[in-house]
């Protein structure tokens, strides 16, 4: 999922599944501890205050960001942003197997790395900022998340052999990874 953070946070988007249910005539549910909760066409997946909600967090989420553990010399990405949510779809073998590439301790040749070996921990990330850093961290607020570096997930993807049963997830990740650095906006792995 490619979008503004706070979007994510409350359900401020349609999802293909949803527009395709009600375009088949379909009604969409969502199932959850309470049961199955019915979402009429049009309303996004946080219900119809998820915009109003949006808009009182948007500040505070700001807030939090500016606090993450990364040193980058370019601002946050526009959180207000309303440019239409992207959404991508990954084979779910292949991206296990891309993930349990990435996070193989990369190979040396007499203590020497490959350049741009070290950015292969930046693939396995489950969320992905379109800034440039280099360490991934464990964001805790306001998301649980191992958090990449868009840039470098990309140039890891782009440099690095990776197994033909990933291939497909490497076509994948890399198209979202490029929706997110092209709209500059955060991309969210939700499986």
Do not use: C
Not at 7 to 34: C, H, K, L, N, Q
Not at 88 to 117: I, N, Q
Request: glycine letters at 6%; charged letters at 25%; proline letters at 10%.
């Amino acid at each position: 999922m490619v979008l503004p953070l706070s979007r994510y946070i409350v359900g401020d988007f349609i999802t293909p599944a949803m527009r395709s249910a009600w375009a088949s005539g379909v009604p969409y549910s969502i199932i959850g501890p309470e049961g199955a909760r019915p979402l009429p066409e049009g309303l996004p997946f946080g219900g119809p205050e998820a915009p109003v909600r949006r808009a009182r967090v948007i500040d505070m989420l700001v807030e939090d960001l500016r606090q993450l553990p990364v040193s980058t010399p370019d601002p946050l990405w526009d959180e207000r942003s309303e440019a239409e949510p992207r959404f991508h779809r990954v084979d779910p073998a292949s991206y296990e197997a891309l993930l349990e590439e990435a996070r193989r301790p990369g190979k040396s040749f007499l203590g020497f790395r490959k350049r741009g070996e070290g950015d292969r921990v930046h693939v396995a990330a489950m969320l992905f900022l379109p800034r440039d850093f280099e360490a991934t961290f464990e964001m805790t607020t306001p998301l649980r998340r191992l958090t990449g570096s868009t840039p470098r997930a990309l140039a890891a993807l782009e440099r690095m052999h990776w197994p033909d049963n990933a291939k497909a997830a490497v076509d994948s990740l890399r198209a979202a990874l490029v929706d997110s650095r092209d709209h500059q906006v955060p991309m969210i792995v939700d499986w």
